[in-house]
């Protein structure tokens, strides 16, 4: 268990931008259901990404070095192939916005950016606690 986690930092700055952004294309833009839709699962999943990938930083930090990088990359291949999965369905399904669903995907980099501007300056001290864990599988993904 990770004390003193910052992906709820990353997720609210990721929320204001996605705000921000969203207001100033409805601004110029007409809303219509298609943009809301493409722009609610984009951030969806973009969040539930997030969280996955702390996730798998958690479990990777409990292996043994030589898996943990081969179960780093595996996931990262994963959340790769789910988001041109996500991406592939926005784009055939005429329902969903595909365009904006890739506008905001592209949106979590300027949030990262954003993200280490803010924590610069404070201590950036992880405290790593172990934990029993009952549900733990040493060689289970999750």
């Known amino acids: 268990m990770i004390n003193n986690r910052q992906s709820p930092l990353l997720i609210l700055i990721y929320t204001g931008v ?9 601004l110029i833009v007409d809303i219509s259901r298609d943009m809301l839709a493409g722009l609610l699962l984009a951030y969806v999943f973009t ?39 996500i991406l592939f369905i926005a784009f055939v399904d ?14 979590l ?3 990262a950016y954003i993200y280490g501007f803010v924590i610069k300056d404070k201590s950036s001290d992880y405290v790593i606690v172990e934990i029993e864990d009952d549900d733990y599988d040493e060689f289970g993904d999750f």
């Open 18 to 26: 996605v705000i921000i952004a969203s207001l100033i294309t409805f």
């Open 47 to 85: 969040v539930l990404k997030l969280f996955l990938i702390e996730r798998i930083i958690i479990n990777a930090i409990k292996k043994a070095p030589e898996k943990a990088g081969s179960y780093v990359k595996l996931h990262y291949f994963f959340r790769f192939l789910l988001t041109f999965l």
């Open 94 to 107: 005429s329902s969903i916005n595909a365009y904006v669903v890739a506008v905001v995907f592209l949106l």
């Open 109 to 111: 980099k300027p949030a």
